[in-house]
């Protein structure tokens, strides 16, 4: 959770600083600083890894590589209408579910609707142009800039805790045991994207 007032007003400060370029993005989509981004999207992997980590940045085109890694992993914070989302992916990761990522943004960039965005990833994957993790792996969400902002009240509210992300793909909840009151719940391990080729288990460190 994010507990500072000063951390919920940095947020919304460097989002508002930016609203002026706003227009080179769709409505909704955070716009940062690009420094500002850096950090965020390097504070969703343990300390250990990023300084060799590699990192993307969204522009009004897509994600550009701002840093080239050096160990495999690759950080990015992606977005969603009015949301942030830091993520690290390990080399598996980086090659495969990654670069749904990547295309995903490049075509929220390009104005598609959410509905339109998962149509069209969903035909990348069935078309082998993009491809589920063929190994076990993890990405790592152990930032606290995994929020939500209100438009309206101006406020930051926290997504999930830190936690990470295991390769899972096709995996549904059912096939492991999880009801559906248990899903998003930081008691349980669950499964995001169920049933797609870039399910992952999730850990939180209430599990």
Known sequence: MIHSTIRLTAILTLLS???????????GIPQLERNREITMALSAAPAELRVDAGVYVLESSGFVLARPSRNGFNCLVERDINVTAPVCYDAE????????????ARITMGGADAASVDRMIDAEYSAGRLHAPAK????????RDFVRLDPKTGVAKPLYPPHVMVYAPFLRNEDIGVAKPFVRNPSHVWVE????????LVFTSAN
């Open 93 to 104: 990761g980086s090659r495969t579910t990654l670069q749904a990522s990547l295309e995903r």
């Open 193 to 200: 994207a169920p049933g797609k080729p870039d399910a992952c």
């Open 136 to 143: 076990p792996g993890i990405a790592y969400m152990l930032s």
């Open 17 to 27: 600083a930016t609203s002026a370029m706003a227009n080179t993005f769709p409505a």
